[in-house]
């Protein structure tokens, strides 16, 4: 079976390079010059708790891509999914499969040209990062959930299932659109938590801020249920705990149980692309909520407030600090 990875940065350099060491047939795609310059030179260096591994494979720029794939693989961010369809289409056998590795809610774009059937979406609990053009890393081995958006388990979905599971812990699940927005939840906290160069353990220390951050994760919950997601509960919390048809005083006790794993030494990913004059996927995820708020009559200020800042300090129009949440507070 042979198959193609569409973006290889830190998910899809972890989970292509395992598959590549295991000895599967996988073709590597992306556009970043020194990333694909440094694997052909050097390798894919990829550091995972069970040991350090370089591994030779196969990396091309979408133009020079050839031939028929039985998977393609999209690991790029959201922003980008639209593109990587466009470049990979071509290259995709008949009855193949796309396979969404991202973050947000992207196995619809992916249905809608490919089909229920050969669709499957991936929800990814691995924190990871690349450290360097050639190199990815995760101090956790991570586990991966993945399912046809109709919940039903057909024999592509078995067959990648066995593919994946035996390089990374996966699970079937009848309900991955309720997995991937219990994890949207988890993204849009990170968009919360990267409007100061702080982390939320020192922003979030007073109780006007948790009330907000509370009433922030409500608004996601809330649009998220009012279009038929079933939420599944996350090792960090339960996004359940915070629907506003709870007692505001119990969501910000969720908030305070969620903070005694937060470390003053954390910073959010978002923080860092910023930081680094990256675009971030804030239009795809928290944009996502947005426009399905919009569509199901949901009021979210403070989701609209946090996107309106996100981009404000994408474009250089406003600055890293903490007093960027005074206008959360008063909301």
Not at 222 to 231: I, K
Not at 255 to 278: T, Y
Request: proline share 5%.
């Amino acid at each position: 079976m042979r198959m193609i990875m569409v973006g290889t940065g830190p998910i899809g350099g972890i989970i292509g390079g395992r598959l590549a060491r295991a000895g599967h047939d996988i073709t590597f795609v992306d556009v970043d010059d020194q990333h694909v310059d440094a694997i052909r030179r050097n390798g894919l260096q990829v550091d995972v708790p069970d040991g350090p591994f370089n591994v030779r494979v196969p990396i091309f720029f979408p133009h020079e891509v050839h031939g028929k794939f039985d998977v393609a693989f999209i690991a790029v961010r959201s922003n980008h999914t639209a593109n990587a369809l466009d470049s990979v289409l071509p290259h995709l056998a008949g009855e193949g499969l796309g396979v969404s590795l991202q973050n947000g809610i992207n196995p619809p774009l992916l249905e809608r040209v490919l089909g229920p059937d050969r669709t499957i979406g991936v929800a990814i609990r691995m924190g990871c990062r690349k450290i360097a053009p050639g190199h990815v890393h995760t101090d956790i081995r991570g586990q991966l959930y993945i399912g046809h958006l109709h919940g039903k388990t057909t024999a592509s979905l078995q067959t990648l299932h066995r593919l994946l599971d035996h390089v990374i812990p996966t699970e079937i699940t009848d309900n991955i659109r309720g997995v991937l927005w219990s994890k949207l939840t988890y993204t849009c906290l990170g968009y919360f938590g990267s409007l100061a160069d702080a982390s939320l353990a020192t922003t979030c220390a007073d109780h006007s801020c948790r009330r907000a951050l509370a009433q922030f994760m409500g608004e996601v919950v809330a649009v998220g249920a009012a279009v038929g997601v079933r939420f599944v509960p996350l090792a960090e919390y339960d996004p359940a705990d915070f629907h506003p048809d709870r007692p505001l005083d119990r969501r910000i006790a969720a908030v305070d149980e969620m903070a005694k794993s937060w470390k003053f030494a954390d910073r959010k990913g978002p923080l860092r692309q910023i930081q680094k004059g990256v675009v971030t996927e804030v239009d795809y995820t928290l944009g996502h909520v947005i426009h399905e708020a919009e569509r199901a009559g949901i009021s979210t200020p403070l989701c609209g407030k946090v996107l309106a800042m996100i981009q404000e300090l994408q474009a250089g129009k406003r600055k890293l600090d903490i007093s960027n949440y005074d206008a959360l507070k008063t909301l």
